[in-house]
């Protein structure tokens, strides 16, 4: 067969195929990954918690009472200190509530932390709101220096009846190799 | 059509002819089988006793990743490729594949790809020690610095099974004798077609997935690191997105080997055929929505775990179908038992043991006990070993004649048949008990309960591979010495591919056959 593109069959068909492999070679890295977070975002899975929140509704549910546990650890080679101030509160649908992270650096090196947030039951993650919290940025520590990390968070009137309990974990991972010296310096927490 | 083969040795550099090409990946997947045999070896020594006798952890690591990757990608692939390059044209009428220069540069990047995965073996850190699936953040925050090479050698493998399916798919399509329609097409160049398919599908995620580890490792990028952002479960939800499909890329051509024996020795036309047809489809479909059955301990709701589970289990019906059509097939045949038939009926009762485990780690509340031990590992190689290594032998053994017009030593056939079975089955089936009584998979120490079976398995192993060098053996002297073969070879055997001479001329079907 002695055709010339675009009429040989054999060209045009292998053409579509190759157009194909492109196609799934994007899906794989450029639509998977943003799906599976849009995924994760709709239904709560993998216990991500959501960005800052406006307040919309500020009614107290106080029929209900929700028992809310903080968890902190550090990641495999993170030395900094780090713990939620109290274990555990009791708080109210709909009702604004605060606790302070305690961090420090012991170490004789400048560092950056970034705090991953993780929650169960994965149902409670699209109602579990935080309005602010030093999980949405990093946090940088001047060798030896501590501080108070403030969140404050509300948890939905809609909550379902069945959810009593939220363990909100909080894993904090060194990153102090993706900023420089400069950027280190001005994120830098001035102490207690 | 007078001219060819070349002389020397640029023939084999240059060659576009499907049948040096084809004999070259049999002989590439046969060194890489030895090699990947050598490396379980290492492993299975290493677990004769427990403690510490032979190896280091990390270097035992090694060897299990390093087996798992030379014999999925350096041996059932190729071979399966070198079986397709060599049958399918003859099969369909075609004078070649429809795409010979692409042919060449399909084989040639392979040795490229395991000499530099194998060069990892000698590098500093050692070569990649996070088993075959390469978990992130195993491989990536953890990974030894030659994962880079890693990387890169699953690059050019890809490449080279996307450029065979592509072309595998241009010849069916395009290149089948007059009269040949696809219903009439013998089933192993159907199953052929649907796996080049699902090649197209899944080998692109492969290397979407290597390439965000590269990424993720050299520039930056957090797309399977949780402290940027990422989440090292994507990782898993990509992979076996391309996983299992993948394993089914090993099995489908399997069984189009199988369905080809299996009539000519029964003397029975395959029962079902245009059934098989749809199953394998079936399967292939079902490949795509499946792939969590891998991960149900990573933390899924209870409707993923039930959706998987279900859609896993949908899958035995169509492999169902087939083993049923294969058993109706030998059901009142005039059988005789010649080696590649023993191979084949090995497959069908091997391959069904392997399936029926499956099912039970596809019950999602059963796989929390089974996940990550002997079990799971017993189970793929009850559908790998029986399933695509006894398929190829049976397929060698078959069309070795016609290959190289000499006919094998069926005493040595027999011989190499039952130490194989034999073999495989010591190795392999105590694996399910020692796996159910929670022995973890991918560790070089174990608790002393386990230590009668691991001694039994390794034993086997040594049996199996020995049997393997009575496989290298005859096939060496059948080519050099053995007895010249009728050009139908077995018993009025069907298909368009024993219409020819035996060796198979260099250049054949240069005009197409007429198909009725």
New interface residues.
């Given amino acids: 067969m002695n055709l010339s593109w675009p009429n040989n069959?054999?060209t045009a068909?292998?053409v579509k195929?190759?157009l194909?492999?492109?196609?799934?070679?994007v899906?794989?890295?450029w639509i998977?990954?943003p799906l599976?977070?849009a995924f994760?975002d709709i239904?709560g899975?993998?216990g991500?918690t959501g960005d800052k929140y406006e307040v919309v509704d500020t009614a107290v549910d106080t029929s209900r009472v929700i028992n809310v546990q903080f968890v902190a650890t550090n990641?495999e080679g993170m030395p900094w200190k780090f713990g939620p101030e109290i274990k555990q509160m009791s708080v109210h649908p709909g009702e604004q509530a605060m606790i302070n992270y305690l961090a420090s650096n012991p170490t004789g090196n400048d560092m950056v932390g970034?705090a991953?947030p993780s929650l169960v039951p994965?149902k409670a993650a699209n109602f579990f709101h935080k309005t602010e919290c030093f999980c949405f940025e990093q946090q940088a520590l001047l060798a030896g220096k501590d501080a108070i990390l403030p969140m404050m968070f509300i948890v939905d009137q809609d909550i379902p009846e069945h959810i009593k309990t939220i363990t909100l974990s909080y894993?904090l991972?060194?990153?102090t190799d993706?900023f420089s010296k400069d950027e280190l310096l001005s994120m830098a927490h001035d102490g207690l | 059509m007078a001219h060819g083969p070349a002389k020397g040795f640029t023939r084999w550099l240059y060659t576009t002819n499907h049948k040096d090409i084809g004999s070259m990946y049999l002989w590439f997947s046969f060194a890489m089988f030895f090699l990947g045999g050598m490396f379980a070896l290492v492993i299975r020594a290493e677990l004769f006793q427990p403690g510490l006798q032979i190896v280091e952890p990390n270097f035992f690591n090694q060897m299990t990743t390093m087996h798992g990757l030379v014999m999925v990608f350096g041996a059932v692939m190729p071979a399966f490729v070198g079986l397709a390059n060599w049958m399918v044209p003859l099969m369909i009428g075609a004078p070649d594949m429809a795409l010979p220069r692409m042919n060449n540069w399909s084989f040639w990047i392979l040795p490229f790809a395991f000499a530099m995965l194998s060069s990892t073996l000698f590098m500093q850190g050692g070569a990649p020690n996070f088993g075959w699936t390469f978990y992130a953040p195993l491989s990536t925050t953890y990974a030894p610095p030659s994962v880079t090479f890693f990387i890169f050698a699953i690059h050019i493998m890809g490449a080279s099974s996307i450029m065979g399916a592509i072309n595998i798919i241009a010849t069916i399509l395009n290149m089948r004798a007059p009269g040949m329609t696809l219903m009439k097409m013998p089933l192993f160049v159907w199953t052929w077609l649907i796996t080049a398919f699902l090649l197209i599908a899944v080998m692109p995620v492969l290397a979407g997935v290597v390439t965000m580890m590269l990424m993720d490792i050299h520039f930056g990028t957090s797309f399977f690191d949780a402290a940027g952002g990422g989440d090292p479960v994507l990782f898993q939800h990509v992979f076996w997105f391309f996983g299992h499909p993948e394993v089914y890329i090993m099995i489908l051509p399997a069984f189009g080997i199988v369905s080809a024996i299996i009539p000519t020795f029964a003397r029975k036309p395959l029962f079902g055929y245009a059934s098989m047809v749809y199953a394998t489809a079936a399967i292939a479909i079902l490949s795509f929505v499946v792939w969590a059955h891998h991960m149900f301990t990573v933390g899924m709701p209870i409707a993923g775990e039930l959706f998987f589970m279900w859609a896993t289990m949908l899958i035995s019906v169509p492999t169902g179908v087939k083993v049923f059509n294969w058993v109706a097939t030998m059901f009142k045949g005039s059988m005789t038992f010649e080696t590649p038939m023993l191979f084949s009926i090995a497959f069908v009762i091997l391959f069904t043991i392997g399936g029926f485990s499956g099912l039970m780690l596809a019950i999602a509340p059963a796989d929390f006990q089974y996940h990550d031990t002997y079990f799971v590992v017993a189970h793929f190689h009850y559908v790998l070993v029986p399933g695509a290594i006894f398929s190829i032998t049976a397929g060698v053994y078959y069309w070795l004649p016609k290959w190289c017009g000499n006919m094998y030593n069926e005493t040595m056939g027999k011989i190499h048949f039952w130490l194989a079975f034999i073999g495989l089955n010591v190795t392999f089936f105590p694996m399910h008990f020692s796996g159910l009584a929670g022995m973890p998979r991918r560790i070089p120490d174990y608790n002393l309960m386990f230590a009668d079976w691991n001694m039994i398995s390794s034993v086997g192993a040594f049996l199996f591979g020995a049997a393997q060098v009575v496989f290298l053996y005859n096939v060496i002297a059948t080519i050099v010495s053995g007895k010249k073969a009728t050009d139908e070879v077995w018993d009025n055997p069907e298909g368009l591919e024993w219409t020819v001479a035996s060796p198979a001329p260099y250049h054949t079907f240069a005009e197409p056959p007429e198909v009725k």
């Fill in positions: 069959p054999i068909l292998s195929l190759g194909t492999v492109c196609g799934m070679f899906f794989a890295i998977m990954p599976y977070d994760c239904t899975l993998n991500k990641n970034q991953i994965y894993t991972f060194d990153v993706r």
